[in-house]
Nanobody, 132 residues
Framework: QVQLVESGGGLAQPGGSLRLSCVASGAGLTLPYYGIGWFRQVPGKRREGVSCIDRRDNSTYYADSVKGRFIISRDSAQNTVFLQMNALKPEDTAVYYC???????????????????????WGKGTLVNVSS
């Protein structure tokens, strides 16, 4: 069964860093051929698009809340997408999910509710807790 698996979450202090990984598990899901989105969700709130990367030109999008602090990247050889999170804030605390879609308009739209609804594959999430 093809699925996405996130890892790298955990407890971090404000100002600290974490690197999340998204790996495809199972045959047939080659991540360089997919647009990838990182979304996060806090209980009681809507899932938020954090950062997305387009498969065609690797263009990226970041939500205003993380711009300048988070970096999304691919390692095609490892079939992995990363989310480097720096200068973490308590408000970054959430469950982080990665998702994949083969074709979508732009990285920016991929990170909206429209993109969220179009994703073909989702991981089960990894918890990030930013606290002192």
């Amino acid at each position: 069964q093809v699925q996405l698996v996130e890892s790298g979450g955990g407890l971090a202090q404000p100002g600290g860093s974490l690197r999340l990984s998204c790996v495809a598990s199972g045959a047939g899901l080659t991540l360089p051929y997919y647009g990838i989105g990182w979304f996060r969700q806090v209980p009681g709130k809507r899932r938020e698009g954090v950062s997305c990367i387009d498969r065609r030109d690797n263009s990226t999008y970041y939500a205003d809340s993380v711009k300048g602090r988070f970096i999304i990247s691919r390692d095609s050889a490892q079939n992995t997408v990363f989310l480097q999170m720096n200068a973490l804030k308590p408000e970054d605390t959430a469950v982080y999910y990665c998702a994949a879609v083969p074709v979508f308009s732009t990285a920016q739209v991929m990170c909206t509710a429209e993109g969220y609804g179009a994703m073909d594959y989702w991981g089960k999430g990894t918890l990030v807790n930013v606290s002192s």
